[in-house]
């Protein structure tokens, strides 16, 4: 198959990377239009405009909220239901997630001053969370791990889940992951619609403090637009992947590797980077001989023909490099001595060490969280974590000593900004 070669020795290497890269993820006027309608009739029809657009778009014949609902005895029968190879798997997937953002949990804390003036911040949970899963048949049980376990950890008091149920479609799994992560209350809404009734709250379902979780154009665009008036976890772009090898990994594995973000969808992108441009070709070979094998054959095509890319640098410096350039959602480092680039890497959501450690464990069980910055967005956020479920208070308290020495201070910069009533509410607390 076609897929863009560079090297980065031509002159027109960058360019053609940056515009390589370029990804409009832009919801045009008609989308826009179609949101901007939906969130305005929740907002003043709520639960009738809810159950409206959820028999319009996924094609059910509901009469009420009440048929919504996804009750919580049903998923713990979903996973009392499981096969048992499943279960165990759900199970130890979750363990592992639990266990590593037990570690980013942040605690208050303050200092006292010589005169008795204390500082410091309080961490607190947010009351309510929104959690978005995809449903019908692209359905991601493991979404609802990535984002309700932090969120749990994190101390959020009440948890809400949307997941769409087109024609009536309940995936078991998605049900069996909520039980397992504790979500509160399930409803079986999806599209622009559930991050409104999320976002303003509706007769039964509560508002929200923070929507989070992946969705399709539509979802996106209604967290745009609901942006502010609740938080939202990011915009994300098409899922990425970048691999960095030294020429000595198994090509058949690699090629795998590239697959694997592929097949989410034709916007998907797999690049390789590697100075050995024998290898990138065995690669290419590779491609070519495994791809009739996938199930999802015409998806990972399209995907590589169009946003995949083989680079061959001069050297492993400029491997890395480009590398914090493209500033990836994934990124493979398949070298032999990983840890001595680690260092280097300036930009990745996520970086996967060493020859044996495979993206795709990252997305399931292997514990950090696969909610990762997209779209060359690394270079400035983070993955998903328990702290994007936590804020933060300043706390200060002022002994009078401490209240007069800084009220001087205070007093001095209030008046050099001309803010009269800030510089006298400080001399107040002066002492004569």
Known sequence: ??????????????????????????????????????????????????????????????????????????????????????????????????????????????????????????????????????????????????????AKVAGVEELIMVVPTPDGEVNQLVLAAAAVCGVDRVFSVGGAQAVAALAYGTETVPQVDKVVGPGNIYVATAKRYVYGTVGIDMIAGPSEILVICDGDTDPDWIAMDLFSQAE???????????????????????????????????????????????????????????????????????????????????????????RYTAEALGDYCAGPNHVLPTSRTARFSSPLGVYDFQKRSSLIFCSADGASELGKTASTLARGEGLDAHARSAEYRIKD
């Open 1 to 150: 198959m076609n897929i863009t070669r560079l090297d980065t020795t031509t002159d027109d290497f960058w360019p053609r990377l940056e515009k390589m890269l370029a990804w409009e993820g832009v919801s045009d006027d008609a989308v826009n239009d179609i949101v901007k309608e939906i969130i305005q009739a929740i907002r003043s029809r709520g639960d009738a405009a809810l159950v409206e657009y959820t028999n319009r778009f996924d094609r059910m014949s509901v009469g009420g909220m009440a048929e919504l609902e996804i009750a919580g005895e049903r998923l713990q029968a979903a996973l009392d239901g499981l096969p048992a190879e499943q279960r165990s798997a759900l199970e130890l997937a979750a363990e592992r997630v639990r266990r590593y953002h037990q570690r980013q949990r942040q605690e208050s804390w303050s200092y006292r001053e010589d005169d008795g003036t204390l500082l410091g911040q309080q961490v607190t949970p947010l009351d309510r969370v929104g959690l978005y899963v995809p449903g019908g048949k692209a359905a991601y049980p493991s979404s609802v791990l990535m984002n309700a376990i932090p």
């Open 264 to 354: 989410h969808d034709e916007d998907a992108q797999s690049i390789l980077v590697s100075p050995d441009a024998g290898f990138i070709e065995r690669v290419a070979a590779r491609i070519e001989k495994l791809l009739p094998t996938m199930d999802r054959a015409e998806i990972i095509r399209k995907s590589l023909g169009d946003r995949g890319a083989l680079i061959h640098v001069r050297d492993m410096d400029e491997a890395i490099e480009v590398a914090n350039f493209i500033a990836p959602e994934h990124l493979e480092l398949s070298v032999a001595d990983p840890e001595a680039l680690v260092p280097r890497v300036k930009h990745a959501g996520a970086i996967f060490m060493g």
